[in-house]
């Protein structure tokens, strides 16, 4: 099995909202990598060539400390995923921890974690 830390770019079987096809494309695992180790799930976002309307955060070759993309894209903060890692294929790169920390921001905006819970 292929150890998943936080912050790298890895390739998911996604089903489609049919459920019925799949595609293969790249997340980012935002999940920490303790967990990640002790987990049979992690937590991913999708990675998208087609920056979205809300909640997008544009990376690049320039964000990466290895590995590559084949487009510049976008993390799609509010398309939080848990799923098996079993359906990871491989791990494509891995984002630098200046960009992970610019993307817990938004992160914690969308989930309202600085705010007190009612």
């Known amino acids: ?3 998943l830390y936080q912050g790298a770019l ?3 079987d996604f089903n489609y ?3 019925v096809q799949s595609k293969l494309r790249p997340a980012l695992v935002v999940s920490n990598s303790r967990n990640n180790r002790i987990s049979r799930d992690i937590v991913v976002m999708k990675v998208t ?3 979205p309307k809300r909640w997008g955060l544009p990376i690049s070759n320039n964000d990466l400390v290895t590995g590559s993309l084949e487009f510049d894209s ?3 903060i509010d398309a939080l995923h848990s799923l098996e890692k079993s359906i990871t294929h ?3 790169g891995t984002l630098s921890p200046e960009k992970m920390n610019e993307i ?3 992160v914690s905006d969308l989930l ?3 705010t007190p819970s009612a």
């Open 1 to 3: 099995m292929i150890d």
């Open 10 to 12: 890895v390739l998911v």
């Open 17 to 19: 909202s049919n459920h």
């Open 49 to 51: 060539s087609k920056e």
């Open 74 to 76: 976008f993390v799609q």
């Open 90 to 92: 491989a791990v494509i």
């Open 104 to 106: 817990k921001k938004p």
């Open 112 to 114: 309202s974690l600085d």
